[in-house]
């Protein structure tokens, strides 16, 4: 389900990410901060991208399944099988964010995440709903 990317991804990922420029998508590869999500038969239907901070928390950035296999427990897999590997790699907690008004916040939130703070940028030029930040203890 979950893969290491390669150099060979950089257009899939471009089409889940457009924003993504080439030097941070190489230097995500350097560190293994992400994953190819696949389905069953190994095609291409997602990315995960995290970084650490304070070299000892995950942080998930993005997790994108395209819209044709949305909706299809995907997610679930994906997330269900990065907690795994965090935690075959010793640390204690995953953390992540939302926008308040996107969907994902209720799978995250079905899978034992809980909210643990919020950030605004109202009258700036980044202007957003509140992002939620959330954690999940790996036990």
């Known amino acids: 389900m979950l893969r290491k990317a390669t150099l060979d991804d950089m257009s899939f ?3 889940c990410l457009p924003k993504m420029e080439a030097n941070k ?9 992400i994953f190819i999500i696949e389905n069953e038969s190994a095609n291409k ?3 995960l991208v995290y970084f650490e ?3 000892k928390l995950p ?3 993005h997790i994108i399944i395209t819209s044709k296999y949305r909706n299809k427990g995907y ?7 990065f907690e795994k590997l965090m935690k075959n790699e010793g640390y204690k907690m995953i953390l992540l964010s939302t926008q308040i008004d996107q969907k994902a916040q209720f799978l995250y939130r ?3 995440y809980i909210d643990c703070g919020g950030l605004t940028f109202e009258n700036t030029p980044f202007d957003q709903p ?8 790996l036990s």
Request: glycine residues 10%.
């Open 45 to 47: 239907i997602g990315v």
């Open 53 to 55: 901070l304070w070299e």
């Open 59 to 61: 942080f998930i950035e």
């Open 75 to 81: 997610g679930t897999k994906a997330l269900l099988e």
């Open 25 to 33: 998508f190489k230097s995500l590869l350097t560190g293994d901060y």
């Open 13 to 15: 990922v471009n089409e």
């Open 130 to 137: 509140l992002e939620v930040f959330m954690k999940k203890y």
């Open 110 to 112: 079905k899978l034992g």
